[in-house]
């Protein structure tokens, strides 16, 4: 039997349907998608991949003074669950731009690039680890749930610990999409997981989930919204 896992979905390269009547910062989303597709390796934007989209509600685009700032929290709200932090600065790489600091990198199985804005709105883009010859050799076409369910704990906790520090009193919107993931297989490829008994493969090409919390909300509950 194959189910699909996933509450929502939509068909390629994905706006937040929630975040999208922002035009203001719809047009920040679009420079930073751009960012990316010139910063990563060809044929990256082909490649299944994460897109975490988030941003205040109410929009200012002076919310943080400066672009010091947005580095300063940026960096103070690292999350650091692997030995990977989320988000990854490349030594190399990281620079500010006209409203905010940005980075890109491609190492290994890491291949990832971030905007952050004076405004409140981060994107990021990465794609899956599970890309890698190594591990498609092994497992095929597949996402290990284990790493799936590490890399959404790591958005929220980062989501959280950065709005505590630039928003604290606000409500955000955030959207996290994959692309992608038809045919493929959710699979326990950590040896010491509990193996699934069925077929979890999904149905559709890409998803989307959006959702809205106040930052009280966020920095109470950011774990358990992980996992819903």
Same mark, same amino acid.
């Given at each position: 039997?194959?189910?699909?896992? +996933?509450?929502? =979905?939509?068909?390629?390269?994905?706006?937040?349907?929630?975040?999208?009547? %922002?035009?203001?910062?719809?047009?920040?989303?679009?420079?930073?998608?751009?960012?990316?597709?010139?910063? &990563?390796? $060809?044929?990256?934007?082909?490649?299944? =991949?994460?897109?975490?989209?988030? &941003?205040?509600?109410?929009?200012?685009? %002076?919310?943080?003074?400066?672009?010091?700032?947005?580095?300063?929290?940026?960096? $103070?709200?690292?999350?650091?669950?692997?030995?990977?932090?989320?988000?990854?600065?490349?030594?190399?790489?990281?620079?500010?731009?006209?409203? *905010?600091?940005?980075?890109?990198?491609?190492? &290994?199985?890491?291949?990832?690039?971030?905007?952050? !804005? %004076? @405004? *409140?709105?981060?994107?990021?883009? *990465?794609? +899956?680890?599970?890309?890698?010859?190594?591990?498609?050799?092994? =497992?095929?076409?597949?996402? @290990?749930?284990?790493?799936?369910? !590490?890399?959404?704990?790591?958005?929220?906790?980062?989501?959280?610990?950065?709005?505590?520090?630039?928003?604290?009193?606000?409500? #955000?919107?955030?959207?996290?999409?994959?692309?992608?993931?038809?045919?493929?297989?959710? $699979?326990?490829?950590?040896?010491?997981? #509990?193996?699934?008994?069925?077929? !979890?493969?999904?149905?559709?090409?890409?998803?989307?989930?959006?959702? $809205? !919390?106040?930052?009280?909300?966020?920095?109470?509950?950011?774990?358990?919204?992980? #996992?819903?």
């Amino acid at each position: 039997m194959e189910i699909t896992p +996933y509450k929502h =979905h939509c068909e390629g390269s994905f706006l937040p349907r929630s975040l999208s009547p %922002q035009t203001k910062t719809t047009g920040s989303i679009a420079e930073a998608r751009k960012y990316f597709e010139e910063s &990563m390796p $060809e044929g990256a934007e082909k490649s299944g =991949h994460w897109e975490v989209i988030s &941003m205040p509600v109410t929009y200012n685009k %002076q919310r943080v003074p400066s672009i010091t700032e947005v580095y300063k929290s940026l960096v $103070e709200s690292e999350v650091h669950l692997r030995g990977w932090n989320f988000p990854h600065f490349d030594k190399d790489t990281k620079t500010n731009f006209s409203h *905010g600091r940005q980075s890109h990198t491609d190492f &290994m199985h890491h291949t990832e690039a971030h905007r952050a !804005y %004076q @405004s *409140g709105l981060f994107v990021w883009r *990465g794609q +899956y680890w599970e890309n890698s010859d190594n591990f498609t050799k092994q =497992h095929g076409k597949s996402l @290990s749930f284990v790493n799936v369910i !590490y890399t959404v704990t790591e958005f929220l906790l980062f989501l959280k610990r950065y709005y505590e520090r630039i928003a604290p009193d606000a409500s #955000i919107r955030f959207s996290i999409g994959m692309t992608d993931i038809k045919e493929r297989a959710l $699979e326990a490829t950590d040896w010491n997981s #509990i193996p699934f008994t069925g077929n !979890y493969t999904a149905k559709d090409s890409s998803l989307e989930i959006d959702r $809205e !919390y106040s930052v009280p909300e966020l920095r109470a509950t950011a774990e358990e919204i992980a #996992i819903m």
